[in-house]
């Protein structure tokens, strides 16, 4: 159809104007975050939930999908969890396999994962699905429900819109165009994949953030 033709090459152009963003900014963005859960009490408590519902479930191996430096995959290969991590920036994972050599950095991309049907306990989107242009979101959602086992969990977080009136919003993000989701929609859209909510965190933004968005963790399990 015309109009999927045109959904494609938006949502491709997208990627790779933001895969080459990233590239550009990655040393400078890994000097900014690779210390950034050491101030987050509230998202290491979140990776510790995901963490323990993997585990209850069984364990195996854990995606950390838009993993940039690394940081966030080692802190969960800290928590017992057998993680990986992938990104589209093939800088980034640079920087992630030559700080953490010992644990696995894939260069990929979150609609199309090199991973096989069932093979995770869990997977982990943190702040990597607000470069996906809003028609492909339901792509990149089928794909990490693909991966997951039966019983596996699935721990996304993104930025918030100002309501839900508005099931989407675009803001200038410092590196590339991106997108903020009502929580209730996303969490629509999850169900619709066959994802049920299990737990959300809602954090209010903080006076000396740049953007005051309210940040979002959705805590999901695969039926």
């Not at 920036?89 to 069932?118: C, H, N, Q, T, Y």
């Amino acid at each position: 159809m015309p109009g999927d033709t045109v959904a494609g090459m938006v949502e491709h152009d997208a990627l790779r104007t933001t895969r080459d963003a990233y590239d550009d900014a990655a040393v400078q963005y890994a000097q900014l975050f690779t210390d950034s859960l050491r101030d987050s009490p509230l998202d290491r408590a979140m990776l510790g939930a995901f963490a323990e519902h993997v585990g209850a479930a069984g364990g195996g191996r854990v995606a950390d999908l838009g993993c940039g430096p690394g940081h966030v995959t080692a802190h969960l290969a800290g928590l017992g969890l057998e993680a990986f991590g992938v990104d589209a920036s093939p800088a980034m994972i640079e920087l992630a396999r030559k700080a953490w050599p010992e644990l696995r950095f894939d260069v990929g991309v979150m609609a199309a994962l090199d991973i096989a049907d069932g093979a995770l306990g869990g997977v982990l989107s943190r702040w990597s699905v607000i470069h996906t242009p809003p028609p492909g979101l339901p792509a990149v959602l089928g794909e990490f429900q693909r991966v997951l086992a039966p019983g596996g969990h699935l721990l996304i977080g993104f930025s918030a819109t100002d309501g839900p009136d508005h099931p989407t919003q675009s803001f200038d993000h410092a590196v590339a165009l991106a997108h903020r989701w009502s929580p209730d929609h996303l969490a629509g859209l999850l169900r619709a994949h066959g994802l049920s909510e299990v737990a959300r965190m809602v954090r209010e933004p903080r006076p000396e953030d740049r953007r005051q968005f309210q940040e979002v963790h959705l805590l999901a399990r695969k039926d």
